[in-house]
């Protein structure tokens, strides 16, 4: 029954195959710098509390033969990486992850750009409002 945060001190350890800290009470978010775990072969963090995203790094594991990461209370984007991505969609399961292998897509976060009133006044606003409001219904109808 281990509590806290993942040290960022065990990412030093390149030479781990193996690393399961499962069924714990662990919390915090993954280790940055995960990914420097070059040797790591399997990795489960399974059923703890941690949150945050999945570490960008952890799409270098390339030795990465087995991981679970489910029910925790993770979000965000599964990294992509063919090793990652090829896992079954259970291990990712408990969480609020979208992307492969997960049958929930991420939708990028679409912003329109506020018009710039200095910059439009006279002839163009007109214009340039309609091309904002088309680009607006657009966005609404396609995602």
């Not at 960022?8 to 978010?29: A, D, I, M, P």
């Not at 599964?78 to 939708?107: A, M, V």
């Not at 006279?122 to 091309?131: I, T, Y």
């Amino acid at each position: 029954m281990i509590s806290g945060e993942i040290p960022q001190e065990v990412t030093s350890l390149t030479s781990l195959r193996s690393l399961n800290l499962s069924r714990n009470h662990l919390t915090g978010k993954i280790p940055s710098k995960i990914g420097d775990m070059g040797s790591l072969e399997s990795l489960d963090l399974s059923m703890n509390h941690l949150s945050g995203e999945i570490p960008p790094s952890m799409s270098t594991l390339t030795f990465l033969a087995d991981v679970n990461l489910s029910y925790n209370n993770l979000t965000g984007q599964i990294p992509k990486s063919t090793q990652i991505q090829g896992f079954d969609q259970s291990r990712f399961i408990g969480n609020k992850l979208c992307g492969l292998p997960l049958n929930e897509s991420c939708k990028a976060n679409w912003v329109i750009p506020p018009v710039a009133v200095e910059k439009h006044r006279g002839s163009h606003l007109v214009e340039d409002g309609w091309f904002y409001l088309s680009l607006g219904v657009f966005l609404v109808r396609c995602c």
